[in-house]
């Protein structure tokens, strides 16, 4: 068996000499990597490279993920401004002759060659319209390369120079090499952002948080002091029944809009959809995890909840009115609003689980909802809520709600408020 040689600091200064022998190259590996986001990154690297005297006017770098809201995103540096921006490209873009004509898509789409044009020269080839808005602000070449991911998936870095001559052949051969090294570190940054768009999409923002914390086990939570929300659409079987599955849908969005944008929008946190209801709360006060990251006291939280029951209220009349011109029938809905404890917490299967509110006052939302179709009222208040936050409310009466042992005292707004 051959013995292994024990390197010299002699051998490993050379071996160090070859492997960076490219600097951007050890930029990436000593400095980039440290960069928090791909912005960071993106800017970092611009300024690394004017400095080694390359022409750069602009890095532009566009990652092509598949989330909810966009369908990637563009980071643009700029040498007049010396900053780098990101901007979400929303799913409409790939439909536009700007996009689908650009070198970006060209690459997107298969084409996995270098694309290099130099606008300097005499007749050059304007094949794509970015070309010449390039050339008439003063670009001599441009250049688009690849970005492979591990996954095998491609996205997009571009340079623009603005030197007589354009990039020459030493700096297209130095980018070649360190292009694949920044990949790597766009990818890990691309990774995390979107797990955590994900987790914000599908969990909720400060309920995503807690995952990204590590609360993933089973039984992981923490008793919390919570308006709670609870409102559900009505007649919606009889819609299902008669209406193809997409119109549904359609019907469900739109309902959704309306009641979970304004929780989202007045600071609250919406937990889920139930079928055709959904469940969200406005914590008080501050809790282990962050549940909410800033102090809110109980008149705060109740404040923040009615104004978006106002707020859901008045965007579900905008609706019925648009629905009514095109003959269609108003969207009737119920909303609770209550106060209380409640557990915060994982629950399900160890294969399954889900963040929710489970306690008593949890479900005596749920029940005081059901008496919104009773008392031909969209919007009931709890008199818990009523005494945490005293504003004008008119008393419905006492009713009893199924399942709890004292009838309640169940309040509305006024018919200007509500």
């Excluded at 995952?211 to 008793?223: I, M, N, P, S, T």
């Excluded at 193809?244 to 009641?259: E, K, M, Q, T, Y």
Aim: hydrophobic residues 40%; glycine residues 8%.
């Amino acid at each position: 068996m051959a013995k292994l040689t024990k390197p010299t600091r002699q051998t490993v200064e050379k071996d160090d000499d070859i492997l960076h022998v490219n600097p951007v190259v050890e930029w990436l590996l000593k400095e980039g990597w440290t960069a928090t986001d791909s912005t960071t990154l993106i800017e970092g690297l611009a300024v690394r490279l004017v400095a080694q005297g390359i022409p750069l006017s602009r890095l532009l770098v566009f990652i092509h993920s598949l989330l909810p809201q966009a369908v990637g995103v563009r980071y643009t540096w700029n040498r007049d401004s010396g900053c780098a921006e990101s901007w979400s490209a929303p799913y409409s873009v790939m439909e536009t002759g700007t996009f689908r004509d650009s070198p970006v898509f060209a690459i997107i789409e298969g084409a996995k060659a270098v694309i290099r044009r130099r606008l300097d020269i005499p007749d050059p080839s304007l094949d794509y319209p970015i070309l010449k808005d390039l050339l008439a602000a003063g670009a001599t070449d441009y250049v688009a390369m690849p970005l492979v991911f591990s996954d095998g998936e491609t996205h997009v870095v571009t340079f623009v120079a603005d030197r007589p001559g354009g990039f020459i052949d030493a700096e297209l051969d130095g980018m070649k090499e360190w292009v694949v090294v920044l990949a790597r570190l766009l990818e890990v940054h691309t990774v995390r952002r979107i797990a955590r768009n994900l987790l914000d999409t599908y969990l909720g923002k400060h309920t995503g948080e807690r995952v990204l914390q590590g609360l993933v086990r089973r039984g992981d939570g923490e008793d919390i002091h919570a308006v709670i929300w609870f409102c559900d659409l009505r007649d919606s079987t009889a819609m299902a029944d008669s209406m193809p599955r997409s119109a549904f849908l359609g019907i469900l969005n739109d309902f959704f809009d309306c009641v979970a944008g304004a929780v989202l929008d007045h600071g609250g946190e919406v937990l889920r959809y139930i079928g055709d209801a959904a469940l969200a709360i406005f914590p008080t006060g501050t809790s282990s995890y962050g549940v909410r990251r800033e102090c809110c006291d109980t008149v705060t939280a109740c404040h923040a909840a009615l104004e978006a029951a106002q707020d859901a209220q008045a965007r579900m009349k905008v609706l019925n009115q648009k629905r009514a011109q095109s003959g269609e029938p108003p969207l009737r809905y119920g909303l609770a609003l209550h106060i209380g404890d409640v557990t915060y917490g994982n629950i399900g299967v160890p294969e399954r689980l889900e963040f929710t509110v489970v306690g008593a006052a949890a479900n005596e939302a749920a029940r005081m909802e059901g008496l919104c179709k009773t008392l031909n009222q969209p919007l009931l208040i709890s008199s818990e809520f009523r005494r945490c936050f005293p504003g004008e409310m008119i008393s419905l009466g006492f009713h009893t709600l199924r399942g709890v042992g004292a009838p309640e005292e169940i309040f509305t707004l006024p018919a200007d408020e509500g």
